[in-house]
């Protein structure tokens, strides 16, 4: 099983003025390439057991609620294009998991709520082995959603992009993995525990939760399968709850830049 990692970058321009033009770009680079836009693919090094596996039915989840809980991230700082992502507020008003390889090394991070609403957000968490982050947004005041436990069966993903903004659609976890792969810096080979994700999954939707038909998160996107198509990766409730379990108030190092 090999990966890439679902960055995508736009033009740390004026967003305001330039919006409009940095998604055009965007859309006809992914378009064109396949991968994120800078050239970046991930490892080809990983490797997966698994448990469980059957067919998909319809996701059943309120689709109002779980739109107001799905935000963009944008990562600046870095180089001069900005670091685009998704992510969901999570478990209480404010805090918001995302990948952690969209906001590595940033200096700037904006939250963008489902109204289109900016938020500067600060990292309280950071995981480089399972691909998470933990932002605090203080004047983000979107629903929370909760997690859950992931299983194989139906499912939605919440993912947000600068053209369209916080959207979701229908999914199916097919197989819960134990996966080894190198970190998000290519450094060293870890292990996490993750989720098969069958459905539309494309570059920029990092960060993007897996949410059940109880309306609870059970994942967080990271990657596609270079091999399958419709095929993603994501990190599980385990690794997530990890990650809210070390949750430092008064904010942690992001890592280095790529």
Same mark, same amino acid.
């Given at each position: 099983m090999s990966t890439r990692p679902l960055r995508t970058r736009a033009p740390a321009l004026n967003r305001a003025a330039a919006a409009s033009v940095a998604t055009a770009v965007l859309v006809a680079l992914v378009a064109l390439t396949g991968c994120a836009p800078d050239g970046a693919d991930g490892p080809d090094t990983s490797s997966a057991t698994s448990s469980g596996t059957g067919p998909v039915a319809s996701a059943i989840a309120e689709p109002a609620v779980l739109v107001e809980s799905g935000v963009g991230v944008i990562?600046? +700082?870095?180089?001069?294009?900005? $670091?685009?992502? $998704?992510? &969901? &507020?999570?478990?209480? $008003? +404010?805090?918001?998991? *995302?990948?952690?390889? *969209?906001?590595?090394?940033? $200096?700037?991070? *904006?939250?963008v709520d489902a109204g289109g609403q900016e938020h500067l957000a600060s990292v309280t968490s950071f995981d480089k082995d399972s691909d998470l982050a933990l932002l605090d947004v203080p004047t983000l005041t979107a629903p929370p959603l909760g997690i859950g436990t992931a299983r194989v069966g139906p499912a939605t993903l919440i993912t947000w992009r600068r053209s369209d903004g916080v959207t979701q659609q229908l999914v199916g976890v097919t197989r819960l993995l134990k996966i080894n792969i190198e970190d998000i810096y290519a450094d060293e080979v870890v292990q996490r525990t993750g989720l098969e994700v069958d459905g539309d999954v494309i570059v920029g939707q990092s960060g993007g939760p897996v949410v059940d038909a109880s309306g609870e998160v059970i994942g967080i996107i990271y990657a596609t399968s270079k091999d399958r198509d419709a095929v993603g990766f994501a990190t599980d409730h385990t690794e997530l709850r990890e990650l809210i379990e070390a949750r430092s108030a008064g904010g942690v190092a992001n890592g280095q830049c790529p």
């Open positions: 990562a600046e +700082g870095c180089s001069m294009v900005a $670091s685009l992502g $998704s992510g &969901v &507020v999570v478990e209480r $008003s +404010g805090q918001v998991a *995302t990948a952690a390889h *969209t906001v590595r090394g940033a $200096s700037i991070l *904006t939250v």
